[in-house]
């Protein structure tokens, strides 16, 4: 039970739960001059309902203000690259910055989480394609490093065929069995390895 006076008192209710409210998405122009759209979402809470009151008009409102002009001067400060691959990092740097600055406010901002960040178009297709052509050279240096490998095996197999007359017989009557086991209509004349040892010579 408290009383106020009438026209002399005034009586606020101020709401100790944690409140959560977007970042309206910013426009950002990052430290390599590209254009992004940012938007983030921010978890606060009043830790001293006087100070929420006495130190500041609206403590809300000034919070909102607040999360937006320190997104947009984070942000600014880095690559693409790093907004891309670092939200965790960024997420951290502003809510020590808000929370710092917010401090006398009697507001503790718990969490800060960059919700999505929104490229141009233009950008897009561009990364798209330079993903592609990384991709394709990838491959091009696998399939060269396969055909690599192959040539060196079929080399020390040419070699181990070479010691030995029958291996190389013995693979030729394997190669023709092969063929006979599709049912084509390749027609093959068999032909005598000793035949052609005198044209080899």
């Keep these: 039970m408290f009383f106020i006076l009438p026209c002399l008192d005034d009586f606020k209710k101020v709401d100790l739960r944690t409140v959560s409210y977007d970042v309206p998405p910013q426009e950002i122009l990052t430290k390599d001059s590209v254009t992004v759209a940012v938007d983030a ?24 203000l607040l999360a937006a002009t320190t997104l947009r001067n984070v942000l600014g400060t880095k690559n693409m690259s790093e907004l891309l691959s670092e939200r965790d990092v960024i997420a951290s740097s502003m809510q020590q910055i808000l929370d710092e600055s917010t401090d006398p406010w009697g507001i503790k901002v718990e969490r800060v ?24 050279a990838r491959a091009k240096v696998v399939a060269a490093e396969g055909e690599q490998h192959a040539s060196r095996a079929l080399k020390e ?27 084509n209509s390749t027609i093959i004349f068999p032909l005598p390895m000793d035949l052609l040892r005198g044209f080899m010579k």
């Design 157 to 183: 197999a040419a070699d181990i065929m070479a010691q030995s007359p029958a291996a190389i017989q013995l693979r030729y009557l394997q190669t023709l069995n092969s063929i006979a086991a599709e049912r």
């Design 41 to 64: 979402v921010i978890y606060s809470r009043i830790f001293d309902p006087t100070m929420s009151v006495c130190n500041v008009e609206n403590a809300d409102h000034s919070t909102r």
């Design 113 to 136: 989480e960059i919700k999505d960040v929104r490229l141009p178009v233009q950008l897009q297709r561009a990364m798209a394609a330079e993903a592609e052509a990384s991709r394709e």
